[in-house]
């Protein structure tokens, strides 16, 4: 799969039923997250019973947490709100350029 310039957005998840539900909600929020700008999406399952996490990870950098499920009730529209929002902080890390150049793009949907 080709990266896209502007980084990937991946999913930290269990692959337990008890929490599918959940994962459905993250994983709608961050695909359309990441339509909005571009960006790739990987799904990463484990075997046990974890959280839900999401990273922003742009080529070899470190991948940034940018989201955590609290094992709370959420709706997809307040997850991605949460990730649009943390990705327009990282917007103005001199780190992620790319971001800062889609900036306008991150706000104007919400």
Do not use: W
């Amino acid at each position: 799969m080709l990266e896209h310039q502007n980084g990937r957005l991946l999913v930290y998840a269990s692959r337990f039923a008890s929490c599918e539900r959940r994962v459905k909600l993250v994983s709608t929020a961050v695909k359309r997250v990441a339509k909005l700008l571009k960006l790739n999406v990987e799904i990463i399952v484990f075997r046990e019973s974890t959280p839900i996490y999401v990273y922003y990870k742009n080529g070899d950098d470190e991948p940034i947490p940018i989201y955590f499920d609290k094992n709370e009730e959420s709706n997809m529209q307040g997850i991605y709100a949460t990730l649009r929002n943390m990705m327009f902080v990282l917007s103005f890390h001199p780190k992620y350029s790319a971001l800062r150049r889609i900036r306008k793009e991150i706000m104007r949907f919400s």
